[in-house]
């Protein structure tokens, strides 16, 4: 089969190689790749490609042959999945349990938009508890991550401050219930309830002085790629006794297949929106791949396998 292999050349992360299709292991469907998406973590990780792994965490399409010990969709499916890698090929082997079926009125597009992006912001929502009233202070908030977080916790009743320093997104973000745009973490006024933190360097400890005493910052990312340095001592000024919280995506005790069909549910009742920036032919990949690295693109970047 056809599938994207890393190269290590920043000027060509990937390119189309032939390779043996996967044979699922027994709680493994094989799925027939429609469409996928990429996350621009992953374009960090084409930089430096560990040997033999290849690319592909979101993906959408159809299952054609279900797990032999009978878990997950039987027989023919459109679904939604989440491999750990190898998604951005024809085929793909996906553990059941990290497959939901899609309805006819969620796309592929759609779905293969959802997995990563969605299931942090679901999670992590879920990590900082109750927001219903509440204040929180999103940095980072222009990806995929933070556009589905502004919509759910505006959902359930906080009060949203997002930080983009893109205006057009962050007109978007305002259309999805955020309360406040700010294009630096400097100009957010607190005190905030809860921080939700990606970016990391110099914004992590200007976000934490905007924190409540008390309050909890849940750090999810590092974007900047710039280490953050704090002082002890800051904490005198304002967050006194505040929680900093380490934050990884797949550490939950909620399934992911419950999840995924929970953020499915939420597309197709028209209450979580896939933002998709761009849809091309995966003959483009590479294009897109730098594009995103370069930020060229607002929203995900969905391939379709044609």
Known sequence: ??????????????????????????DEALVKVEAFSVNRGETFKLEKPAPGERPGKDIAGLVVQPAADGSGPSGIARVVGHPMSGGWAEY????????????????VLQGAALPLAGLTALRLLRAAG??????????????????????????????VTAVTRD???GARLAELGAAEIVHDVADARGPYDIVLESTGGHALPLALARLARRGTLIWFGQASRTAATLDFFDF????????IRHFHYL????????????????????RLHPEIGRVTDWADTATTLTDL??????GKAVLTLS
């Open 1 to 26: 089969m056809k599938a994207f292999v890393p190269t290590g050349d920043p000027a060509e992360p990937v390119v189309l190689a032939d390779v043996p299709e996967p044979t699922p292991r027994p």
């Open 92 to 107: 793909v082997a996906v553990p059941a349990g990290a497959l939901a079926e899609l309805p006819d009125d969620v796309s």
């Open 130 to 159: 109750p927001v219903l009233g509440r204040r929180i202070l999103l940095t980072g908030a222009s990806g995929g991550v933070g556009h589905f977080v502004t919509e759910l916790a505006a959902a359930a009743g906080a009060q």
């Open 167 to 169: 205006a057009e997104r």
């Open 236 to 243: 005198f000024t304002g967050p006194e006794s505040a929680v």
């Open 251 to 270: 550490d939950a005790d909620t399934r992911l297949d419950d999840d995924l069909a929970a953020l499915v549910r939420l597309t197709a009742e028209g």
């Open 293 to 298: 690295r370069d930020r060229r693109i607002r």
